[in-house]
């Protein structure tokens, strides 16, 4: 069983930065990690995943504002956000499975969610 805690949401200006932190009960090395959000009526979309090694793979709408990562001394994920825009707004989720195959594959079941922290930016 993994607890994911995340924690840095808040409300942006269309144009600023956020940078969002989830700390894990145990470390990230078995585990694949991502950011995931979800908008009122819509689905539940993935953000960014990162593997073991620390590659990374963002989702088109977010290539080149959202950077993932990683500190696995303090089992902690980050998902810096720049160039926030109002369509960003939505609580994000991170999550973790057990790596079993690739941790770059969006099409994959996540097991472990933390509770999400809300992001608004307006516009």
């Known amino acids: 069983q993994v607890q994911l805690v995340e924690s840095g949401g808040g409300s942006v200006q269309a144009g600023g930065s956020l940078r969002l932190s989830c700390v894990a009960s145990?470390?990230?090395?078995?585990?694949?990690m991502g950011w995931f959000r979800q908008a009122p009526g819509r689905e539940r979309e993935a953000v960014a995943l990162?593997?073991?090694?620390?590659?990374?793979r963002p989702a088109d709408s977010v290539k080149g504002r959202f950077t993932i990562s990683q500190d696995n001394a303090k089992n902690t994920l980050y998902l810096q956000m720049n160039s926030l825009k109002s369509e960003d707004t939505a609580m994000y989720y991170c999550?973790?499975?057990?790596?079993?195959?690739?941790?770059?594959?969006?099409?994959?079941?996540?097991?472990?969610w933390g509770q999400g922290t809300q992001v608004t930016v307006s516009s």
């Open positions: 145990t470390t990230y090395s078995t585990y694949c």
């Open positions: 999550a973790a499975r057990t790596w079993v195959g690739s941790c770059l594959d969006f099409s994959r079941r996540y097991d472990y």
């Open positions: 990162i593997d073991i090694g620390g590659r990374t």
